[in-house]
């Protein structure tokens, strides 16, 4: 037992005469050096395929900028295939830093930039910055975000493909293909002038924001002459871009009521809502004062309809319990603006 315990006492003290003579100082370097040629290499890594990337992004650009250009020619309702005026489509191929794919910094990334114009129902240009063309399948997707005279965001789609010195496809809203045009655009064209098929359903629609209609209503013995005019709300650009493409729309409507015997006059202002794909034009009006100490609400409905060939509202306007309605047939036109 004591010679066993001799032989392990032996080799302890062997061993701690070894780690004495370790020089530490020289293996902590060696670790150190070891760590920092590692990190090296990944970084190197790192700059290589980021390199690569942006070679990647820098070879896009060149492909799409043969695509670059100004695209114009008409553009036709999906609704009826009718004429709805001129649309030029300008892109430029760019780019730019945005979050990598990994989501762990940033890389550069070939996108194309441009504008829309349209000159027709009305004239309106938008932007867009983050456009996608691939050289491979000479697809274009381009997204325009506009909000609109109601504060809702509404995105415009431009889609199709690009070859041959055209721009064929679509623009359309996402909750409103159907409402969209089909485009068939040329570059560098020389057409520049509108054309629009006035018997065009769109622009039937449209047309109807900017008309008055009269009618007459009998209420308590009195013959009442009823005026209601439908106006646009001052908008920007994009938002009357959106306009001929959204069926449903905010307008401010005014009605006006003439005592025939009196002629005294009298009217109220609705915040309306238009509705082409049911052909409902609704709205709320707000009235303080008068007998009532608190403000009350005057609700309004209406409903399209043809009357003898002409555009025709027929609308019930009701305050509590009481209502009355009238026909109110289209008179003189005003121009769209």
Known sequence: MTSGRGDINSVVMKTIK?????????????????IASIAMVDCAGDKDFNSFRDDLANQKQAQSSAVNGTYAGLGASKLDNSTLGLFQVQTVASSELQNSSDQLGTEKKSVMKGQLTYTGLT???VTFSQGLYSPETNEFFATVP???EAGLT???KIAGKIQSGAFVGSIYLDQYPSYGVNVNLGINSNLSQASVDA???RALQLASDNLSYQGNLNLNGATLLVTMKINSPSSNSQQQFLRVL???RTVLVTFNFQDEMSKLNSGMVFSGNMNDQVGSLTGLSTVSGGSSPTPFSINMNCKKQLVKGAQAWNCTITQGIKSFSVLLLSVAPTAIK
């Open 146 to 148: 506009v909000v609109d």
């Open 18 to 34: 070894k780690l004495n003579h370790f020089n530490f100082s020289k293996a902590l370097t060696f670790f150190v050096v070891i």
């Open 123 to 125: 004239n309106a240009t």
């Open 246 to 248: 959204n069926p449903q």
């Open 154 to 156: 509404q995105n415009i």
């Open 199 to 201: 018997k065009s359903v």
